[in-house]
C-alpha cells in the first residue's frame, strides 16, 4: 500500500511540456530581410551616382568607390563568416552584421562628403559580408532533408531579386526623393529583421556544441596568417576586378601592383591553409568533387548573371535610349519569372536528376543569348523582355539544384563553411563577370567601328548620297551651306558609332552563351549520392 501510494503521485503527475519545434517558415522570413538588402545595396547605388556625385562634387573615377568600398568590404568578410560563428555563435554574428549594416546605412544617408560616404559604405559592406552565408547555413540546419531544394530556392529568390529590383527602386527614388533614402529605406526593414531574428530564430544545439568544441580548439591556435593573407588577398583581388577596367587592366601601375599582391597573398594563403593545423578556412572541403564542382559551376552561373545586369541596362539606356527606370523596368520580367518558376524547380529536385535541370538551365540560358545576339536599333521592348524571360528561367533551373547537390555530401557541422566558400565563389564570379564582358565590349566596339567604318568611305556614291540629303535637311532648318556639310558628316560618324556599338553588343550577348555552354562538361561531378549524403543519411536514421 505504501509503495502504491508513494507511486501514485508519479504515476498521476502531468507529462513535463516539451519545446515546440521552430516554425521553419518564421525563420526563413526572419533571415532573408538582411540578404535581400545585401543584395539590393549592390546594386541600388549605382543609378544614383550620377545625383551624388553632382552634389558632392566628384569626378567619375573618384565616385565609383562608393561601389567599390562595399563590394571590397563584403568579399573580405564572407570567407570569415564560419569562423566567427564558431567564436561567437552563429546567430549572433547574423544580428551583429544586420545591425552593423542598418548602422552603416544611416551613416551613408548622412555623409555629406566623399571620402566619408565611401568609409560609411565600406561598414555598410562589412556588415551585409555575412548575411547571405549565414542565412544559407541556418536554412539548411533548418528544413528537413527532403525539402532541402526548396530552402535553397527561398535563398536563390533572395540573392537573385536583390541585384534585380535595385536600379528600379533606386532609378525610383531618386527621381523623387533625396538620394539618401536609398539608404535609409534599410532602416526599417533591417530592425524589423533584426527583430524577427531575435525571437524566432534558434540555434541547434548540435551546431552550438560543435561550435564551442571548435572555438576552444581556434582560440588555442589562432590563424593569424590565414587572416591576413585572405584579407589583403581578396582586398587586391575584389580591387584589381572593380577598377581593372576604367584604368585599362595592366597599363595603370595601381592594377598591376594589386593583381601582384593578390596573386602572392591568395597562393600564400592557401598554403597556409593545407598546412596549418587549425586553418581558418576549411578548404579541404574543395576535396569533394561535387562541392567543387558545384561552387565553381555556380561562380560562373553569377558571372553570366552579372554580365547581363550591367550589359543590357548599357545597351537599353545608351543605345536604345531609355531611361534608367525604363531599363529596370524592362528587366523585372525576368525577376518575376524566376521567382515563380523557382520553387516548381524545387518541387521536382528530388525527382529529377539535378544534372538533367543544370543542362536545361544551360541551355535555355544559351538560348536566350542567342536571342539578345539579334538586337538592333528596332529592337521593341517585347523583344527584349522575351529574351529575358526565356534566361530568366534557365537561371531558375541552374540555382535550386546547384546550390543544393553542392552541399548535399558537407557534414551539417561543416555547413556553414561550405556555405561561406559557395557565397565567396559566387561573388568573385560576379565580379569576374562584369569585368570581363565590360572589357570585352570596349575591345569590340573598337573593332565594330572600324570594320563599320570601313563601308563608309566618302567616295562611295550611296554615301555621298546620304551625306547631300543629310545636308539638305540641316539647310532647310536654317544653317548655312559649311555648317550643314560639317554636320552632315558629324551625323554620319554617329551612326556610324551607334551601329558599332550594337554590334559590339551582339557579339558579347552571343559570348556569354557560348562561354556558359562550356560548364556542360563539368556537370559529370555532379552525382547526386544519397549514400553520401549526411543529411539525407539522418534523416534515414529518424525514421
Known amino acids: 500500500m505504501n509503495a502504491t501510494a508513494t507511486n501514485a503521485p508519479a504515476l498521476m503527475a502531468p507529462p513535463m511540456p516539451t519545446k515546440a519545434p521552430p516554425n521553419k517558415w518564421l525563420i526563413t522570413v526572419s533571415v532573408t530581410f538582411g540578404t535581400l538588402m545585401g543584395a539590393i545595396d549592390t546594386s541600388i547605388v549605382n543609378v544614383a551616382l550620377p545625383t551624388v556625385r553632382g552634389e558632392l562634387g566628384a569626378t567619375l573615377q573618384e565616385i565609383t568607390w562608393i561601389g567599390t568600398g562595399y563590394i571590397v568590404a563584403q568579399v573580405v568578410v564572407m570567407p570569415f563568416t564560419a569562423f566567427l560563428g564558431r567564436l561567437f555563435g552563429q546567430k549572433n554574428v547574423y544580428m551583429f552584421c544586420l545591425a552593423l549594416f542598418v548602422l552603416g546605412s544611416i551613416l551613408c544617408g548622412v555623409a555629406r562628403s566623399l571620402p ?24 539548411r540546419q533548418t528544413f528537413p532533408p527532403k525539402e532541402q531544394a526548396m530552402a535553397m530556392a527561398l535563398f536563390g529568390m533572395a540573392v537573385m531579386l536583390g541585384p534585380a529590383i535595385g536600379p528600379t527602386l533606386g532609378g525610383y527614388i531618386v527621381d523623387h526623393y533625396h538620394w539618401a533614402w536609398i539608404f535609409y529605406i534599410n532602416v ?21 556544441a560543435a561550435n ?71 578548404l579541404s572541403l574543395f576535396r569533394d568533387p561535387v562541392f567543387l564542382s558545384g561552387t565553381v559551376i555556380g561562380s560562373i552561373m553569377f558571372a553570366m548573371l552579372m554580365g547581363g545586369m550591367f550589359l543590357l541596362p548599357v545597351f537599353m539606356q545608351e543605345v536604345l535610349g531609355y ?32 544534372r538533367i535541370t543544370i543542362a536545361i538551365g544551360v541551355g ?75 572589357t570585352m565590349l570596349s575591345r569590340y566596339m573598337i573593332s565594330s567601328r572600324a570594320s563599320v567604318g570601313a563601308h563608309v568611305a566618302l567616295t562611295r556614291p550611296e554615301v555621298r548620297a546620304v551625306l547631300g540629303a543629310t545636308q539638305s535637311g540641316l539647310m532647310a532648318r536654317g544653317m548655312d551651306a559649311a555648317t550643314a556639310q560639317a554636320g552632315s558628316v558629324f551625323a554620319m560618324y554617329g551612326r556610324v558609332a551607334r551601329q558599332a556599338t550594337v554590334i559590339a553588343f551582339e557579339q558579347v550577348f552571343l559570348l556569354t552563351g557560348i562561354l556558359f555552354l562550356g560548364i556542360l562538361p563539368i556537370l559529370m561531378f555532379l552525382r547526386r549520392d544519397a549514400q553520401a549524403d549526411p543529411n539525407l543519411k539522418v534523416h534515414v536514421e529518424m525514421e
Open 188 to 208: 526599417p526593414v533591417g530592425l524589423l529583421g533584426l527583430f524577427m531574428v531575435w525571437n524566432f530564430v534558434p540555434e541547434p544545439e548540435d551546431i552550438r
Open 323 to 354: 531611361t534608367a527606370t525604363q531599363s529596370g523596368l524592362a528587366m523585372m520580367p525576368r525577376t518575376l519569372v524566376m521567382m515563380v518558376a523557382t520553387p516548381f524547380v524545387a518541387r521536382f529536385y528530388n525527382r529529377v536528376d539535378p
Open 116 to 139: 566619408v560616404l565611401v568609409v560609411f559604405r565600406a561598414i555598410q559592406g562589412l556588415g551585409a559580408g555575412a548575411l547571405q552565408p549565414t542565412e544559407q547555413a541556418i536554412l
Open 212 to 282: 564551442r568544441a571548435m572555438a576552444e580548439v581556434q582560440r588555442k591556435n589562432m590563424d593569424w596568417a590565414g587572416i591576413v593573407l585572405l584579407t589583403v588577398g581578396l582586398a587586391a583581388l575584389q580591387y584589381f576586378l572593380e577598377e581593372g577596367q576604367s584604368k585599362d587592366w595592366f597599363q595603370d601601375d595601381v592594377i598591376v601592383v594589386t593583381g601582384f599582391v593578390a596573386a602572392i597573398s591568395l597562393a600564400g594563403f592557401v598554403v597556409r591553409e593545407l598546412t596549418t593545423p587549425v586553418p581558418v578556412v576549411n
Open 364 to 438: 535555355l540560358f544559351a538560348v536566350g543569348a542567342w536571342s539578345m545576339s539579334h538586337f538592333t536599333l528596332d529592337t521593341t521592348p517585347s523583344g527584349i523582355i522575351a529574351a529575358i524571360m526565356v534566361q530568366g528561367v534557365g537561371f531558375s533551373c541552374l540555382f535550386v539544384p546547384l546550390t543544393t547537390v553542392a552541399l548535399s555530401r558537407v557534414p551539417r557541422t561543416s555547413i556553414a563553411d561550405a556555405t561561406s566558400l559557395n557565397s565567396l565563389l559566387r561573388q568573385i564570379g560576379g565580379s569576374v563577370g562584369i569585368a570581363l564582358f565590360a
